[in-house]
């Protein structure tokens, strides 16, 4: 059965290893994922890292189009960690490289191993700036759908 196509954010960060090489090669390999379009990748942003002293992360955001489910996705992304060896020493620690599932078009999901929209999306600058450029090039109608707010909106003080 042909699925619909439903939009799709994820976030990517990376603070260990050549983290802008990192986040391209993972783009890629993700553009070649069948069932999944990337429409729109934000800048590379160089943020200071929240949580314990670390190095600085590269951050980014994408917008997808999708025809998997959001666990099938979530899986996708989990395998593209893994291939660049996702080494995670501590839970708030450095990573070679992060990739999260934000919006998965306007579901909301509550299960053990998947929270969408992503619980810690809001309030972090990291995600919220390159989402907001994702979003004014090819989002602006999509709204967070449990606080009913733009993206950009997210970001006002
Ligand atoms: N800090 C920044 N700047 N970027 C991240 O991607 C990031 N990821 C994390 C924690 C440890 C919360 N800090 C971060 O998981």
Same mark, same amino acid.
């Given at each position: 059965?042909?699925?619909?196509?439903?939009?799709? /954010?994820?976030?990517?960060?990376?603070?260990?290893?050549?983290?802008?090489?990192?986040?391209?090669?993972?783009?890629?390999? %993700?553009?070649?994922?069948?069932?999944?379009?990337?429409?729109?990748?934000?800048?590379?942003?160089?943020?200071?890292?929240?949580?314990?002293?670390?190095?600085?992360?590269?951050?980014?955001? /994408?917008?997808?189009?999708?025809? %998997?489910?959001?666990?099938?996705?979530?899986?996708? !992304?989990?395998?593209?960690?893994?291939?660049? &060896?996702? !080494?995670?020493?501590?839970?708030?620690?450095?990573?070679? %490289? &992060?990739? &999260?599932? !934000?919006?998965?078009?306007?579901?909301?999901? &509550?299960?053990?191993?998947?929270?969408?929209?992503?619980?810690?999306?809001?309030?972090?600058?990291?995600?919220?700036?390159?989402? /907001?450029?994702?979003? /004014?090039?090819?989002?602006?109608?999509?709204?967070?759908?449990? !606080?009913?707010?733009?993206?950009?909106?997210?970001?006002?003080?």
């Amino acid at each position: 059965m042909i699925q619909p196509r439903v939009k799709a /954010a994820i976030a990517l960060g990376s603070n260990l290893g050549k983290s802008q090489q990192i986040l391209q090669r993972a783009l890629a390999q %993700l553009s070649v994922v069948d069932g999944l379009v990337l429409k729109q990748i934000s800048s590379f942003y160089h943020t200071r890292p929240i949580g314990p002293p670390q190095p600085d992360y590269v951050n980014a955001c /994408a917008l997808l189009e999708t025809q %998997l489910s959001p666990l099938a996705l979530l899986h996708c !992304l989990q395998t593209v960690e893994q291939a660049f &060896d996702r !080494l995670r020493v501590e839970r708030w620690g450095p990573r070679t %490289l &992060d990739l &999260d599932l !934000l919006l998965w078009g306007n579901q909301i999901i &509550d299960q053990p191993d998947l929270q969408v929209p992503h619980p810690r999306m809001a309030e972090r600058g990291f995600v919220l700036v390159p989402l /907001a450029e994702v979003f /004014a090039e090819a989002a602006q109608d999509w709204r967070h759908p449990v !606080l009913g707010v733009a993206i950009a909106d997210l970001l006002q003080p």
